[in-house]
């Protein structure tokens, strides 16, 4: 049985419809993100699972349990991370962390928790005083004294730098390890990617795709872009452009001073033909490179849209 079921999820806010018509399960154990541009109902969505917003319709099931009947005992088993601005500046680390704990029937130990966020220096720090990753671990840990099962955190690395960001993902991938299951949001593509067991990608309050990373980006066209560079600007450009284009798969080319840059869905043969032109016309080559695709290639395919942190 999945441990998160959510069926036909719907929520309008006056003429604007957040969230329209969302289904999807999460099984035990997996890393489950949410991902879309601003606007695009993650937090609705999120929001309505932890039981902060009513559906207008639709089913939530958490452990097989629904908010209008299972309340008190959802609330032991889920963590939600706070928002940072809801932290008590005033309270110190381990003060903040105890506050919570207290009002849960099952909590974990502080020590436990502030060595998992990797807090246990900064216990008696005021929270005024944290930096945004430190407060962002912080809400992580609030999330965790219950010792839940499952755990949302909203857009968790939002605004902080690639290191503290990923000392959030370690924590996230702890929690996995534990075999906790996560729900996350976020805008980041790259995160999505490092992190998640699977990825729903929603846009205008509906989902445009669900699968595993890996999946996601295995379904779009095998088209490769692959980048060349020359140690100087290319003699006679329009000769080359013309030789590649004639290349079997090859459905774009264009050269730019020193690089030639084409796309084809068979590169091994586009190379070996490339590199018996340069070889043949004594042409060095600098650099060659093959771009990966990411999920960012998959927004695109399926809203024919660019990504936008
Ligand atoms: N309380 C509200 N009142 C009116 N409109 C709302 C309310 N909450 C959300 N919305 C609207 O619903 C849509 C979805 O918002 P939501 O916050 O769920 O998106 P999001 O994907 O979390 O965006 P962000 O990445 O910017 O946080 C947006 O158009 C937003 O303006």
Not at 73 to 99: C, H, M, N, W
């Amino acid at each position: 049985m999945p441990i998160l079921e959510v069926k036909k999820l719907r929520k309008t806010f006056q003429s604007v419809v957040a969230v329209d018509n969302i289904s999807f399960s999460v099984e035990n154990g997996e890393i489950f993100t949410i991902i879309g541009p601003n606007g695009a109902g993650k937090t609705t969505t999120l929001e309505m699972i932890e039981g902060l917003q009513t559906p207008d319709s639709g089913e939530i099931q958490l452990k097989g349990m629904n908010w209008k009947s299972d309340s008190g005992r959802i609330k032991q088993i889920i963590g939600v991370q706070p928002q940072t601005s809801a932290l008590f500046d005033l309270l110190t680390v381990y003060e903040s962390l105890d506050v919570f704990a207290g009002l849960y029937k099952r909590s974990r130990s502080i020590d436990e928790i502030l060595d998992f966020i990797n807090l246990t220096e900064h216990r008696n720090k005021r929270v005024k005083i944290l930096s945004g990753g430190q407060k962002q671990r912080l809400a992580i840990g609030i999330a965790l004294v219950n010792d839940p099962d499952i755990l949302f955190f909203d857009e968790p690395t939002t605004g902080l730098d690639p290191q503290a960001r990923r000392n959030i993902w370690d924590i996230v991938l702890k929690l996995k390890s534990l075999g906790k299951t996560t729900i996350l949001t976020t805008h980041y593509m790259e995160e999505a990617e490092k992190l998640s067991d699977r990825v729903c990608i929603v846009d205008q309050g509906k989902i445009i795709a669900l699968d595993t990373p890996q999946n996601l980006i295995q379904v779009l066209s095998k088209e490769r872009e692959i980048h060349l560079s020359f140690p100087a600007s290319i003699k006679d450009a329009r000769e080359i452009i013309q030789v590649v284009k004639e290349y079997p798969g090859v459905t774009k080319v264009k050269a730019e001073q020193n690089m030639l840059i084409f796309s084809t869905t068979s590169p091994e043969e586009s190379l070996y033909h490339l590199f018996k032109y340069t070889t043949e016309n004594q042409i060095k080559v600098e650099q060659i490179g093959i771009k990966d695709l990411s999920l960012e290639d998959v927004f695109l395919s399926y809203t024919g849209k660019e990504w936008r942190d």
